[in-house]
């Protein structure tokens, strides 16, 4: 399993500018989440997809952040424009609900770096 | 509500000694309970969980979690510690009774810093 897969892993970009971080979960998944992580504030749940459908983006910052999932296999978490207290990590994450041995377990991938000067 | 809290911000340990990293929670209904662990410039690595059975569960890496109802914990552990087991180790909580159609609410905990001093 190729598990979740995140680009780019790593991003340095001017203030002002546009930020589309990439995400392909694990096929067959059924809920996808973005997650930032930062030293101050740890780790927060953004905006979290079911069936390609956002159930929650209350945890998104404001309204600079958007987030889209078109298909099962494909979301995007866009910064316009981005500002330096942007810089974080940013996972994204995904998870089968249901039974199982791999049921309701989140898998994450290995994040997006940014950094905003 | 839920939530969940891990008292250490650093646990320090000599390497070969056992470990325990804390964990305690808070729900309205049944928990699923969840370990990960996360190693510098990485992801969160999932390490072990419990959702009903036995409450002693064993996951990845020697590492190994009880789930006691009664005190509300979770405490993971791992009888000998290993350098290469200092990281980040992030306890989560997720309440079984918010788990209608479509809600997925995971609380995670800020995390306890473990250190394996060789």
């Known amino acids: 399993d190729a598990g979740v897969i995140q680009s780019p892993r790593h991003e340095v970009t001017e203030m002002g500018q546009e930020v589309t971080l990439r995400c392909k979960p694990i096929?067959?998944?059924?809920?996808l989440f973005w997650y930032r992580q930062t030293m101050m504030r740890g780790l927060e749940l953004l905006i979290y997809?079911?069936?390609?459908?956002?159930?929650?983006d209350s945890g998104m910052p404001e309204d600079r952040f958007s987030a889209k999932m078109p298909n099962a296999s494909f979301s995007t978490l866009k910064i316009q424009p981005s500002e330096p207290r942007d810089s974080a990590v940013y996972f994204c994450?995904?998870?089968?609900?249901?039974?199982?041995?791999?049921?309701?377990?989140?898998?994450f991938g290995e994040g997006s770096w940014l950094t905003v000067v | 509500a839920q939530s969940v809290a891990q008292p250490e911000d650093q646990v320090n340990v000599a390497e070969g000694n056992p470990l325990t990293v804390k964990c305690t929670y808070s729900v309205s209904g049944n928990p699923y309970l969840f370990w990960y662990v996360q190693y510098p410039n990485r992801g969160l690595q999932f390490l072990l969980k419990?959702?009903?059975?036995?409450?002693l569960v064993k996951g990845s890496y020697g590492f190994e979690a009880e789930f006691n109802k009664s005190q509300t914990s979770f405490h993971l552990k791992k009888p000998s510690a290993l350098v290469s087991d200092s990281a980040l180790y992030f306890c989560a909580v997720r309440d079984f009774a918010y788990s209608g159609a479509g809600s997925y609410q995971l609380t995670f905990g800020k995390g306890t810093k473990l250190s394996v001093i060789p």
């Open positions: 997809f079911n069936n390609n459908v956002p159930i929650d």
């Open positions: 994450a995904s998870s089968l609900v249901g039974q199982g041995s791999s049921g309701n377990t989140i898998y």
């Open positions: 096929s067959g998944h059924d809920y």
């Open positions: 419990y959702i009903t059975g036995d409450n």
